[in-house]
Every structure is written in structure tokens, then in C-alpha cells.
């Protein structure tokens, strides 16, 4: 065989051997069997030769031509294999045989009282309804006997939004629509209204241990012939007596809301300090929980109810501040932190 076939041969074979991706490789492709390669080149150089010489020399030409293009044809696959391997070891790699992780998720403290509160209420036979967040001017105040330049809208310094809806600054703002969806069951069937509505509320509040800008209530309302002052009592001390299973001091005073008359603050004894006095009541001693009171004559006629013929209470409990002092809490800000290493760690009664 011809001393340059011999010799490039092994050049190939070495360049091959060094060649570390496709695009190296391509190169090694063009310098040899390119257009302008040395394998092309011999070929082009036998005009030269006679017809004898051409024969054997033109075989061997041919022979190394088909060797180097099956030698980088074997190298493209053993560099596309090694792309795989590489990507494969990149890739996270799972061990099934690994025990699972079975830590479980919780419920945060607010949705745990939620839920014991709506048990407590469905059990008294209460109906549970959820409501918008974003809620009309109507909705939240006119319709519960605040009407536009009313004082009473200072008491919540509300979020308004462009398009001159509101975010709700309390659950109260449900209770026409509560009213009316019931009212006609009522009065077509005699079937007292009784329903609770819990929620988010937003105000624009400087915050402090007590007072958060976004927090939960939750809301309840009672209509029906001959309903009193009685009825609200005895329903607020099952309520706090269920969710504490102990006894807790609390205490009614008046309290002035538009849409209950008469209408009454019920505090409880800050379960923080005893009522000695701390930052999450204030340094009171006492703590605003659930105001509440009989519903007005005007928001039973807003409702479309007769006030002449039915009565009934309403109540705001404040869910996050119930969630304070069922789980000794001290500061509600905690409770939005998004924090799960304390979030985590309270539980169900019942569980
Ligand atoms: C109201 O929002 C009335 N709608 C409640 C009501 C309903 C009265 C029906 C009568 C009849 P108030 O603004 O006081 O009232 O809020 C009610 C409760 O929500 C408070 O007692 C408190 O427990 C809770 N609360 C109010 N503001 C905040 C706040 N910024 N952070 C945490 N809890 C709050």
C-alpha cells in the first residue's frame, strides 16, 4: 500500500482519538473527506497516474475513504452515547428504595378555630356561608344602616379600589344578602334565619400585638318571631364555652354599631396574662372579641324583612384574636408570618 495512504491513515485514527465533541469531529470530516480534504485531494491527483496505477492505487484511495467515514460514523454514536450519560448524571436522581418522607402538613391556628366554630354552630343548627372578599359600598355599609358621610365609616379605614368597589373591612357586609337569601324562607316557611358567615376583613390599620391590617371574622346572625337579648347571650356562651372547655371570664358592655340596637362589646379576660395587663390586650387586661347586638330596624327592612312582626341578634366574633387566646398567641402578627415552625405546632381538639 501507498506510503501517503498508510500515513493517513494513522493520522486519522490519531485526530479521531482526540476529537472531544461533534463539532471537533465535523472538522476531522472536512480534512479529510471534504470537498478540499486530503481524501478527496488523492482521488483528484490520480489523473496523473496510468491506468495500472489507478487501478490499485485508486482502490486503495477508496478503501481508506470508506474506512474514515465508517471510523466517523463509530465516533459521532460513541460521542452521541456520552451526551446521554452526561445528561443522565446531571439529571436528580431519585433512590426508590429511600424510606418516604412522611411529615404531614397542618392546618394554621385560624383555620382550626374556624372549624370548631362552624362545628359548634351546625350543631345549634346554623347554616355556614362564605362570602367575597371585594364587596360594594352597599354591601359593606349603606346596606347595614351606615349611609355615605355616616361617622361610623372612620371606626374602619377601608382599602377602596379603583373601580369603587372595597375590600371588605367587615364581615357585616354580608348580612344583606343574607337576610334576603333566608328572609323569604322564613317568612314562606316560618323557618328561623340562622347562619354564620366567616371571612377575611382588611383595614388600613397601624398594626401592634392586637391589631393586624388583614384578619378574620366571623359573622352570625339569628332572625325570628320573638328573638331577644336572651337568645344572643345564651348562644355567645356556648359558643366561647365550647371552643375553651374551660371557664373564661368574660364581659358585656355597650358598644355602638349603626346596625344593632341596642348593641354590646363582649371582651374576654386576656388568656395572655391572666388580665394583668400585656401587649395583646392592650395592657388592659381585656381583649375585644365579638361585639354583637340586636339587629336594627332598618337593616331587617334593607333585608326585606318586616321589623314590625321579626327580630334577631347579629355578632362579629373576631376569628384571629379567638385564635390568640384559644392558643395563647401573643402576638397576632405571628399569625400572618407565613412562619411554619410556629404555625405548625397546634392541632385539632379532636385529633
Ligand atoms: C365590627 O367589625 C362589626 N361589624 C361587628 C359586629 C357585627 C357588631 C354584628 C355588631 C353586630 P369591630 O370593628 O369591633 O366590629 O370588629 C369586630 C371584631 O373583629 C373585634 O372585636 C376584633 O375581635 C376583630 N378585629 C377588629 N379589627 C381588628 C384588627 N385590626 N385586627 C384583628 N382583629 C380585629
Redesign the pocket.
Known sequence: MDEKIIRLKDEINSKLNEVADLLDLDKVRVAYLGKKGSITALLKGMKDLSVEEKKVFGADVNKLKAYAAEKIEEKIAELKEKEIQLEIASMPQFDITTPANLARGSYHPITLVQRQCETIFKSMGFDVEDYSEVVTDYECFESVNIPKHHPARD??DTYYLENGQLLKS???AAQNAILKKYGKRLMETGKPIKAIFPGRCF?N?ATDA???NT?F?M?GVMVDKDISISNLIFFMKTMLSEVFRKDIKVRLRPGF?P??EP?FELDISCLICGGEGCPSCKHSGWL??????MIHPNVLREGGIDPEEYTGF???L?L??LAMMKYGIKD?RDLNSGSLKSLSQFTDDEE
Request: proline share 3%.
Open positions: 371606626m374602619q367587615q364581615t357585616s383595614r390599620e392586637c391589631h393586624e384578619f371574622q359573622e354599631f346596625f344593632v348593641g375585644e372579641l365579638c361585639p354583637c347586638g347579629a355578632f362579629g373576631g384571629t384574636r397576632i
